[in-house]
């Protein structure tokens, strides 16, 4: 667990993630690990190809029954959701004024719309869709199962890549964490003033990132001395589809060739 900053209940726990997907024992474990990831491009692809917002709104509405189903944290999501949404209203947030419709609040040239805000919340919506299915995905399927389809789907060395970053990320937070508990115990962290504890968070995530290449490099060295040759082989066997899962799988993508045919709204 992370050592309580404030804001880390905002951040996907990454041992909750595992904890859950190791030992999570409802009916959406069950499901071959198959068909969960290839539902995931289709739910990328039905969430960028739709516009209409009450389609938008029913995906998501299905997905968190999904997550809930799945026996998972609902209350975690709530706050997992932070960091998507402000991530998209920060970027999206200078879109909004420029889009054309009936006013809603306006400042000499500079208009907001309801379209506008219609517009700030489908990208809320898609980008919170997204999210909560591949927290499905990942807390609902095995660490060795994901390693192995994605050694089969993703090309050498992407699959290298995204295999050894995600193992990664979890000596970055080790060493983010021993970090804050060595200034926490120095004192560090009583501070007051939003601009006097930005700065100071800012030195810990710079330190922990420069210490992350340390880190990298002794882990390479300790591989390397292990035999690795640039290739992780999975030995273990993911579970195949079943008949029902097939049908959904091909349900899904005729659905979502629909939508698209009809341009993104029924």
């Known amino acids: 667990m992370m050592t309580s900053l404030g804001f880390e209940k905002h951040l996907p726990d990454l041992g909750l993630i595992t904890h859950y997907s190791e030992f999570g024992k409802s009916p959406v474990h069950e499901i071959s690990p198959w068909t969960k990831a290839v539902l995931l491009p289709v739910v990328v692809f039905d969430i960028t190809v739709i516009s209409d917002l009450r389609l938008l709104l029913m995906m998501l509405l299905a997905v968190v029954c999904l997550y809930w189903v799945s026996e998972l944290p609902i209350v975690h999501l709530f706050y997992w959701w932070t960091l998507p949404a402000f991530f998209v209203t920060s970027v999206a947030f200078l879109l909004v004024w420029s889009v054309p419709g009936s006013s809603l609040i306006s400042y000499g040239s500079i208009h907001l719309t309801s379209e506008g805000v219609a517009f700030l919340v489908t990208l809320i919506i898609k980008a919170l869709t997204g999210v909560t299915y591949s927290l499905v995905l990942l807390m609902t399927t095995k660490y060795n199962y994901l390693t192995h389809i994605i050694s089969k789907v993703l090309p050498y060395p992407l699959s290298q890549i995204a295999l050894l970053t995600y193992r990664f990320l979890f000596l970055t937070l080790e060493g983010l964490e021993s970090t804050v508990v060595a200034m926490k115990s120095r004192g560090g962290l009583k501070l007051s003033g939003l601009r006097k504890s930005g700065k100071f968070y800012g030195s810990v995530f710079a330190l922990a990132f420069?210490?992350?290449?340390?880190?990298?490099?002794?882990?390479?060295?300790?591989?390397?001395?292990?035999?690795?040759?640039?290739?992780?082989?999975?030995?273990?066997?993911?579970?195949?589809?079943?008949?029902?899962?097939?049908?959904?799988?091909?349900?899904?993508?005729?659905?979502?060739?629909?939508?698209?045919?009809?341009?993104?709204?029924?």
Do not use: E
Not at 218 to 226: N, P
């Open 210 to 266: 420069i210490r992350s290449f340390d880190k990298a490099d002794r882990v390479a060295k300790a591989m390397q001395s292990r035999a690795y040759n640039g290739r992780l082989t999975s030995s273990y066997r993911v579970p195949r589809p079943s008949a029902g899962g097939y049908a959904f799988v091909f349900v899904a993508v005729l659905l979502s060739t629909y939508l698209y045919s009809c341009g993104g709204h029924l």
